[in-house]
């Protein structure tokens, strides 16, 4: 019976490192927590995938940014390509090098089987006649006794106490997810007299406490992303803008309100940027009319397509008056 290892012999800016593959889904890329951790600007943050089985290895590029190349020819994205030994995989600055070494795994020995020789036979007397049978006699019917039976043993009339039952205390040896008891990352920049057990352990803690913390700086940008960014995080990027967002804005129009704010903040107090918020916040585009003969100096009408009931008036006047020009006027009407 045969088995393989699978390694990878991976060179780079910070020197060579060899790993053994495991079986199964390994990720290559630069994101922290990715199996085969590759950290280089020019990586994508999940690069490609590795797919090993008890036959051999597939490459799979995941769509990166800046491509993969197996033995000098590009990957096209998402198909698998089988690793021959000694393959040779370009991502960015690194090599990495196949290695597939088969294993011959003797089968266990079957246990030898005791055999037991067989009984001699005792040879007839020729003296001795062999003995006749005699009928067999029935035994004689035994009389009923009238002996009392011992009593059964009764039950205890309560059970002993049992000693209380104890909470297990909770397991503190499954690590969170994303997280490692041993270090995955920071032990590969030690010398190889340094990579044991204890050092594992020992840098295991401080990547525990580190990793969430470069995961934020590195995926920083998902936080400034009006699409992206938790609820909890957009009070901030509103104070950016001073947007007069109240309990009556929902998540789906703040993050369309956010995602154009630097280009209302830009055209603020003209006729567009007063119809764009009105149309953000109301989901209907209103009419606005600056040219009126009948209209005093300084003054335009507005008129929202909808009734009085469906929106409230002091918050549309409070949105006109953030974004209006200064020193005019307005009136206001609804209804089609």
Excluded at 143 to 158: G, I, L, R, V
Excluded at 172 to 195: C, M
Aim: with cysteine.
């Amino acid at each position: 019976m045969a088995e393989f290892i699978f390694r990878l012999t991976i060179e780079g800016p910070e020197g060579t490192r060899s790993l053994i593959i495991p079986p199964g889904t390994s990720t290559i890329g630069r994101q922290a927590g990715t199996e085969i951790h590759l950290p280089d600007p020019l990586i994508s943050r999940q690069h490609a995938r590795i797919e090993c089985s008890d036959r051999g290895c597939t490459l799979i590029d995941l769509g990166s940014a800046n491509g993969t190349t197996l033995n000098n020819e590009r990957l096209a994205a998402n198909v698998p390509y089988p690793l021959a030994d000694q393959a040779t995989i370009q991502i960015g600055p690194f090599k990495l090098t196949y290695q597939q070494t088969e294993i011959v795994v003797a089968a266990p020995e079957p246990a030898p089987v005791k055999v037991e020789p067989p009984a001699a036979a005792k040879p007839a007397s020729k003296e001795e006649p062999p003995a006749k049978a005699e009928p067999a006699r029935k035994p004689p019917p035994r009389k009923p006794t009238q002996e009392a039976q011992p009593p059964a043993d009764e039950p205890p009339a309560s059970l002993p106490p049992q000693p209380p039952v104890r909470p297990q205390p909770p397991d503190h040896t499954t690590p969170p997810p994303g997280l490692a008891l041993h270090s995955d990352r920071y032990l590969q920049f030690l010398p190889g007299i340094y990579q044991n057990d204890f050092m594992g352990r020992l840098l295991g803690m401080l990547e525990a406490i580190m990793a969430p913390i470069e995961w934020n700086v590195d995926n920083f940008d998902l936080f400034l992303d009006p699409k992206t960014t938790p609820p909890e995080f957009m009070p901030w990027l509103e104070s950016w803008f001073n947007l007069p967002f109240d309990s009556t804005w929902d998540d789906q129009k703040k993050r369309e309100m956010l995602r154009e704010a630097a280009q209302i903040y830009a055209r603020r107090g003209t006729r567009w940027a007063v119809s764009r918020v009105i149309e953000i916040y109301t989901g209907v585009q209103p009419e606005i009319d600056d040219r009126d003969e009948k209209l005093d100096d300084f003054t335009f009408a507005i008129k929202i397509p909808l009734s009085e009931k469906q929106v409230k008036r002091e918050l549309i006047e409070n949105l006109i008056n953030t974004y209006k020009p200064a020193h005019t006027s307005y009136v206001l009407s609804f209804g089609s």
